[in-house]
């Protein structure tokens, strides 16, 4: 077994314990009824209601209904945020008259804005849309300016020796060696994403998983929200898992340098 293999083994062993150490503990808690189930139900009872929450149809419906959201708001998002993001990373003229802007925006939290998205949009998807755009799209603006910035120079001074203009110097070499950049910033705010449906979702929404929480809350139903909670760690994961998958396969040499960068810093 390669070196390689022993460690994502060995990372894979870790995941597992870690998850299984929090279910012992749960089960400790709630079988034994330190905890009453009012507080924290058994991992049995949450089972059993997302099992009925699945068979009902609604379980599936509430989250198809989050997913779309998310990826609307996020494309939206990735639409604005990208050739923002890249102007604030080759130009500091845009970035002294838009920098300022999007930093005021970003420590607003976005629930903040829920009252105005519905008077602007009404309590359709549009206004969840919207809560999603204003969450994602500060942030994912500054990520991709980062790694704009983080673009190599010797790779900037090639292309200009080879007769590239700044037009040409921004989509054939900064834009190319940004994109695994991007694409880590993507995954992250795409994470981000869960956290904003869900506070959009349970003011003035008919379906989605942060509907359903607020809806079981309100009948006093812990387990269906126990249910919801893990329906959505293991969405957020999938997405997780997706976009590491196709990191390593769009951009395989940044993997390696990757790789290399960790190996060193680990054996130091």
Same mark, same amino acid.
């Given at each position: ?98 920098k300022p802007v999007i930093a005021f925006v970003r420590y607003i939290p976005p629930s903040a804005f829920i009252p105005l998205a519905i008077i602007w949009f009404g309590i359709g998807d549009s206004q969840k849309i919207a809560i999603l755009v204003i ?52 995954? +992250? ?30 009948? +006093? ?28 396969? +769009? ?18």
């Open positions: 077994m390669t070196l390689q293999r022993h460690n994502k083994l060995y990372k894979s062993m870790l995941a597992i314990s870690g998850l299984v150490s929090v279910l012992l503990a749960w089960s400790l808690v709630t079988y034994t009824g330190f905890i009453k189930p009012f507080f924290l139900p058994t991992p049995t009872s949450v089972v059993s209601a997302a099992v009925s929450l699945f068979v009902s149809g609604g379980l599936i419906a509430d989250a198809s209904a989050s997913v779309s959201r998310i990826l609307l708001g996020f494309l939206v998002s990735l639409a604005i945020s990208l050739p923002i993001g890249i102007l604030l990373g080759v130009s500091r003229m845009f970035e002294a008259f838009v969450g994602i799209a500060p942030y994912l603006a500054l990520l991709i300016a980062d790694a704009a910035i983080n673009t190599p120079l010797e790779l900037i001074d090639a292309g200009r020796a080879l007769g590239a203009n700044r037009i040409n110097t921004i989509f054939k070499v900064i834009l190319p060696s940004s994109l695994p950049g991007i694409w880590d910033a993507c995954r +992250l705010m795409i994470g981000a994403g869960w956290t904003f449906v869900i506070i959009a979702e349970i003011v003035g929404a008919s379906s989605g998983l942060g509907h359903l929480m607020i809806e079981s809350q309100r009948f +006093l139903r812990t387990a269906n929200i126990f249910a919801a909670i893990i329906i959505i760690g293991f969405l957020g994961l999938i997405t997780d898992y997706f976009f590491e998958i196709t990191y390593k396969l +769009l951009f395989p040499w940044s993997e390696k340098t990757h790789a290399g960068i960790e190996t060193h810093y680990k054996s130091v």
